[in-house]
């Protein structure tokens, strides 16, 4: 991955993880396999790991621990109400960018 894509992902792995979490709760190792899916194959585990403390930590997600077969509990994770709102705060700040852009690229000011 490209100095630049790790620079544009600091700024928006955090919406990628919730919009994941709107899906479906998920677990560490469950996310970082669901973002190599979506492509981002160079995003290490630890990165997801201490994103997922700050989610936690900024009340976005509710977190269950769940017994597992090959070691200590597991913690899922699933979006609640205020990380609800944060994700749709960040589709709207996404779709503004975007557009943005787009008319830079396409030469409109």
Do not use: C
């Not at 979506?38 to 509710?62: C, H, M, N, P």
């Amino acid at each position: 991955m490209g100095k630049q894509m790790t620079e544009m992902l600091k700024g928006t792995l955090e919406g990628i993880v919730l919009a994941l979490l709107s899906v479906q709760p998920a677990y560490g190792y469950e996310i970082t396999a669901r973002l190599r899916e979506q492509g981002f194959s160079d995003i290490a585990e630890g990165t997801v790991y201490a994103l997922l403390i700050r989610i936690e930590q900024r009340g976005f997600v509710d977190v269950k621990k769940i017994p597992s077969e090959k070691g200590p509990p597991r913690k899922v994770y699933s979006l609640n109400a205020q990380g609800r709102e944060y994700l749709d705060e960040f589709w709207r700040t996404w779709s503004f960018l975007t557009e943005r852009l787009e008319q830079l690229r396409e030469g409109r000011t």
